[in-house]
């Protein structure tokens, strides 16, 4: 079973999850000093941001197993190819690839509406309570 949702990051959330996290990167917070970085020429939104995005889909992936509690073991083999920016809207992809008794084995995918190869992609360990 395959779950998918939309997501769009904006200033103000991306703000409030840094301050949250206590994440201070420039490449996150500061578009000034983006004019000295050679790998990005606009902010973009930090790494975990996405996987945290991650994480809570694994809890809607857990609805489709009946009445289980999801329990994330490890996130493993995460690339991310590319970065996203601000108010770029990204979709955010689960689905199993193996299971063994109530150990489920996720790879998830964030894709955007152009790029053939996902963004960031990755593998999720969970165990089903």
Known sequence: M??????TFDEDEVRE???NAGDSNDIHLN????SDNPFFDERVVPGMMLLDKVSGLITQWSETQGDVTPVISRMSNTVFHE?????EEIQIAIEQ?????????LRFEVTDSVAAEPRTQGYVTVYLL
Request: glycine share 0%; aromatic share 14%; proline share 4%.
């Open 2 to 7: 395959r779950v998918s949702k939309q997501f």
């Open 17 to 19: 999850w840094c301050d």
């Open 31 to 34: 578009e000034d000093a983006l």
């Open 83 to 87: 970065p996203v920016y601000f108010d």
């Open 97 to 105: 690839e193996d299971a063994e008794d109530d150990m489920r084995i």
